[in-house]
Nanobody
Framework: QVQLVESGGGLVQAGGSLRLSCVVS????????MAWFRQVPGKEREVVSA????????YYADSVKGRFTISRDNSKNTGYLQMSSLEPEDTAVYYC?????????????????WGQGTQVTVSS
């Protein structure tokens, strides 16, 4: 049974930074493509960033390009999302997702495993 646990969310002022972590347990994370999604109440969940198994290929939504960096450390079964220059519009619940697919996967329906979510709140 694969489980994902996120951490690192919180309250930060605009312009600040946070780093989210996603620990994968139950199986080696190296077998899984990973991604970060976010959701605001009343809106659909949207992809923020995604990364391939070995970390060589990444994807970023236009809204976060140049501000967010996705990475992973397969020796620690952990994925990361470094968020900088945060804006109030980044306020959302952030979810980590993983699936045994090759390459970068950006569609939420293709992910079988999800974390519980972590709240990120950016104040103006």
């Amino acid at each position: 049974q694969v489980q994902l646990v996120e951490s690192g969310g919180g309250l930060v002022q605009a312009g600040g930074s946070l780093r989210l972590s996603c620990v994968v347990s139950g199986h080696t994370s190296a077998l899984y493509a990973m991604a970060w999604f976010r959701q605001v109440p009343g809106k659909e969940r949207e992809v923020v960033s995604a990364i391939s198994q070995a970390g060589g290929t990444t994807y970023y939504a236009d809204s976060v390009k140049g501000r967010f960096t996705i990475s992973r450390d397969n020796s620690k079964n952990t994925g990361y999302l470094q968020m900088s220059s945060l804006e109030p519009e980044d306020t959302a619940v952030y979810y980590c997702a993983a699936d045994r697919r090759f390459g970068v996967v950006t569609t939420q329906d293709e992910y079988d495993y999800w974390g519980q979510g972590t709240q990120v709140t950016v104040s103006s």
